[in-house]
């Protein structure tokens, strides 16, 4: 059966929304996995107390230290060998796990991971991607902030390595990828860029990626590519702008509303519903609903959820972690990587 | 009495727009400059014929050849010389007129402006920025794809520029930049981000910039800074996926809307009063109200806009161009930047 270890510390709402997720995965999956807790026992053992755990296949693993979300990320891993986070991830390393999962300080994991769990053989850097929502479904953009000054051949690596992940883990049968410029043009672009390009179409031709091209910002939520491929000071920019989008225009939309109401435009009856939907029309640009991603590239599944991961995003990036297994997407990434 | 150039053959529906925003412009301002129309006569004339020009302190410059939306920058401006983007450009140069206004082939109006302008003295690279919503006003975005692999000396003239502009000609007493990175941490990003942020950090002690530190994507619409700096491989995908945002979100809420009218859950009526202030919602993100804005760093005034502007963008822009002028723009910016 597979292990996963969850960090009950990580996250803006630790313990309690860690223990629910946990305990929520295994009711529901109906004891599909084993879930370990790891973290400090005075904070999670009450909390587990609260819930029904009887029959579940849950165990606690205590883990004094905590690395908090605004840490330095080289010197909390440096000096927080009891942490939970860096626990849990030895969990993985010694067998006792098969994954790692943690909604806590996101450049603390990706240096502990790198550290406890190393890479994969060839990987030169491993990345993280975010989901985007597109009119069809989500398109995925990476590298997100993992890296940045990426060389072209760090690129291609992340385009293969992104393709594998979609490929296995979310059943898209030939994810295709874009290289994110300023013009869909060869010519356009940093001299990396361009070198970048050549190396995809490389790639394409050995049937490693399916490269189709340079596209622009816009294409991005038009899902015009599977994949979307940039340097982490592209995405990530890219990505807090888009978490801000809802927030933004909510406020926007609420002071529409308001004035219609006001002027007796818009019945207030109307108003109710026409606002829950627009909360229901950012669905799509929720997290929540995939939970994590994984940190493609390290001898190991970590999957990295959002600091204000709920108790369900909590749930479905312990199901992300699950599939990194089942699926076999590391065993993947080195065969494709291997073959170079 | 200011003169200013209008290609009157640049933009997706030239020259329709551009005769029709420059005779608004003229009319709404109450002949307050001149407009020189530079464009082919035989496409021109029929539609200033068709517009009541009485009175209007308006001129029409024949110029036979036209650069294409989707030409090659360098070439096209090589070897279109009877080009109304060059000839107009050239009337600025030989003192004929003061400014150049264009909704034509961005790529050859930046080459073109380049090459027959100039540069200001001190200038290393000019550069174009964007406006960007925020919930009290605009937040502009330097650069926006004018520049790639900008070099940190670059980024600080970017930042220096591009308050001169926000000062004098949008009156913003004292624009605020923030270098856009993947953290707020002084610590984050690429060396050249790093060394851009100490450069800006003199600036700001010299009094040049009001540097306020590193921004992150989601900060953009929240208006955290006036300025927002990166390269133009950052600010091009985040412009184009911001452009993006409102056709994507409309198809979303017309879904929305139409299963909640459908159900019965929402009267039509309701449903058409709504549909128009989501459009109203977002006429925030609508560059018309700016029209276009200004290449900076080149020796003369070159008002650069989007190929599908429509007449109140070319009548806007236009004023960006009076405004240009006016502030002595060019002037400050050449004082700024001699005082190194």
Redesign the interface.
Known sequence: MVTIAVDAMGGDYAPKNEVEGAVMALKESGNRFKIVLVGQSEKVQPLLDEQDTTGLSLEFFHAPEVIGMHESAATAVKTKQNSSMVQGLALCKKGSANAFVSAGNTGAQMAASLLVLGRLEKVMRPTIGAYF???SGVTMVFDI?AN??CKPEHLVQFAEMASIYLKYAQKEANPSVGL????AEESK???A?KQTHKLLRGAHEKGKVNFAGNI???????GKTNIVL?????G??????????PH??S???KQ??G??VKTG???ME?AE??GK??K??FA?FDDEQFGGVPLLGVNGVSIIGHGRSSALAIKNMIYRAEEMIEKRVNEHIAEVLADA
């Open positions: 929502p597109n009119p902030g940045v000054d994110l410029n300023i013009g672009g940093t001299d860029l622009e910002g816009g294409d991005v939520l038009a940039c340097d982490g000071v592209v990530n920019p890219l990505l807090k702008f888009g978490e801000s989008i933004f225009l406020g926007l939309f529409e509303i004035k219609l435009k818009l019945p109307s519903v026409i939907a627009f229901g029309m799509s």
